[in-house]
């Protein structure tokens, strides 16, 4: 008898040589709950061919009928009745069959039958295999499925085996990744444009759905006809679309799924073409807009937050903290739990300059753009504080929009830093002033103080001092660790830099801590700086023109 598949398995990711089991030999796991682990397999919905398609039959039978060959289909109807059998193809997603059904007749090799006892469903077995023989019992087919549950799976990201528990976990977020991309309502994601070229690779990866290739296109009309002629939806970046391209596709009726850099993104700056390590992939808009509703509005208005999520969002933030991740970087040292307030005689307040033409800043700043005017404003709210200026680095490395001149900005602040990374300054400082700005979410996983003078993705939920204006459809207020379990466990996705394969975010958090972030564009990088520098003295040069 040949071994069969592990139940537990990795779907077949096409940039991956496969998943190989480690060098040292496979433990061997007793589980001792196994109502437990049943439940966390039927939570998850893992386990045997997750990835494939969904059936969608016309019809759910009560009782579910996996031949080996189309040759037994008559004596299978004559015995159970046609109207109560139905023909499911290897193909398809035992889950989303098996929960509708009361029971299933297949072949004692067949891994539906394992996924039914799991579910608590009938098995009638038409032959002996792994799973089960025509003389098992229900306690029988229960310990089969159990050994088969308890089959170690490799760690796809390190020399070792995982336990049940930490393969089903896995599985669930590659199963969450795999659904939004498939779409609840069909409509997989099957082109895309508006893609730099430097993170095209990434995106594949991101946004991949088995069995479609995705089309990554120039054109927004080309990426809309084969999205419609295939039944789909169009991948964006919002920074990067019109809003004729917007019109078209509603008119053809292609949705648009909206996809940016994620909150803990890389090692090195987007500007200087570093391919994103996480991203964020927005069905109803996109989190930075608050004039309409966004997946991240919807996940953190209406999620009930287990305690085990939330215990897993704790440890995520102590460890970000701890090891002094921002969004781009990480700091110089490490760091402990988030710190008190530094014990200083003046209050001191830390304003991080913005992209003035960045997304964010124009779909939430309220009207706001200027970084000088946010430096304005903030000296007349704390006119007693010690206000430091940090201009954003992207601006700095002279690729974007947004320059204050030094003197400028000394007119309203005390100090300008732009050495160290904002983790080593969120350390330091007692407050944020921001517009839109990430700054101020990393400062609340801190415990810093934090006034919005626009509308970010975390004002609005009971953590921060809100100047702008805040939508109706944020009224819950939230705790920080809710709060952290929206923005980085259930919404975001992230890639392991090292073998590109979907991830948990405690495993990128840990790639940069230990500096393993390698970069495929690494090469362009050194012709970036230069660039930027030769920008950068032109724009302050107009900066001092525009402000003598």
């Known amino acids: 008898m040949n071994k069969p598949a592990a139940l537990l398995r990795a779907p077949p990711f096409p940039w991956s040589a496969g998943i190989r089991a480690p060098a040292n030999p496979a433990p061997d796991f007793d589980p001792a709950d196994s109502d437990r682990l049943f439940e966390a397999v039927r939570i998850a919905q893992v386990g045997g061919a997750f990835w494939d398609a969904p059936c969608a039959p016309e019809r759910l039978a009560e009782t579910v009928f996996r031949p080996r060959s189309k040759a ?19 193909d398809c997603d035992p889950w989303s069959i098996l929960p509708h059904a009361r029971r299933l007749v297949a072949h004692g090799d067949d891994e539906w039958i394992a996924i039914a006892i799991v579910l608590g469903i ?15 019992d229900d306690a029988t087919l229960k310990a089969k499925t159990l ?22 976990a896995l599985l669930a977020e590659w199963r969450r990744v795999i659904d939004g991309n498939r779409g609840s309502g069909g409509q997989a994601i ?6 730099s070229w430097w993170k095209r ?21 080309s990426a809309l006809t084969h999205a419609q002629r295939h039944g789909g939806a169009v991948a964006v970046w919002p920074s990067r679309i019109s809003p004729r391209l917007i019109a078209r596709a509603q008119e053809k009726g292609v949705a648009l799924v909206r996809v940016e850099d994620g909150f803990v993104r890389s090692a090195g700056l987007g500007s200087n073409l570093v391919p994103p390590s996480s991203v964020v992939v927005d069905r109803r808009g996109i989190h930075f807009d608050p004039s309409a509703p966004s997946d991240l509005e919807t996940v953190l208005a209406t999620t009930e937050f287990a305690p085990a999520l939330l215990e897993r969002a704790r440890q995520l933030r102590e460890s970000i903290v701890a090891a002094g991740i921002s969004k781009y970087a990480r700091s110089s040292g490490a760091r402990g739990k988030a710190s008190e307030s530094p014990k200083r005689a003046r209050r001191v307040v830390l304003v991080p300059g913005q992209v003035e033409d960045d997304m964010s800043v124009l779909a939430g700043g309220g009207g706001m753009t200027s970084n000088l005017e946010l430096l304005k404003r903030t000296r007349a709210i704390e006119p007693e504080a010690e206000i430091w200026w940090r201009p954003h680095p992207d601006v700095d490395a002279g690729h974007r929009n947004g320059v204050v001149a030094d003197e400028d900005a000394l007119q309203y602040a005390n100090r300008i830093v732009r050495e160290g990374s904002m983790a080593d300054l969120l350390d330091e400082v007692d407050a944020l002033h921001v517009l839109t700005s990430l700054s101020g979410f990393e400062a609340l996983l801190r415990g810093r103080e934090v006034t919005c003078h626009g509308t970010p993705f975390f004002a609005g939920w009971g953590l921060t001092r809100d100047l702008g204006t805040v939508p109706g459809r944020r009224g819950r207020q939230l ?22 394969l979907p991830c948990p975010p405690e495993l990128l958090i840990r790639r940069m801590a230990e500096g393993t972030m390698p970069n495929r564009q690494g090469w362009i990088e050194p012709l970036r700086r230069l660039q930027g520098r030769i920008v950068s003295r032109f724009q302050t040069r107009k900066a001092k023109a525009v402000h003598p």
């Open 122 to 136: 009938a098995v009638q077995v038409l032959s002996p295999g792994n799973y089960g023989a025509p003389s098992d």
């Open 190 to 195: 099957v082109a895309a444009c508006g893609m």
């Open 147 to 168: 050994a088969a549950l308890a089959r170690p799976m490799p760690d796809p990201f390190s020399d070792g085996w995982l336990t049940p528990s930490q393969a089903i």
């Open 479 to 500: 705790t920080l660790d809710e709060l952290v379990a929206g923005v980085l466990l259930l919404y975001p996705r992230y890639l392991d830099p090292v073998t590109g």
């Open 201 to 221: 690779a990434e995106i594949r990866r991101f946004l991949w759905v088995p069995g479609t290739r995705l089309r990554i296109t120039n054109s927004g009309t």
């Open 72 to 90: 037994e289909i008559p004596d299978l109807q004559a015995s159970f009745g046609i109207a109560d059998v139905l023909d499911c193809p290897d």
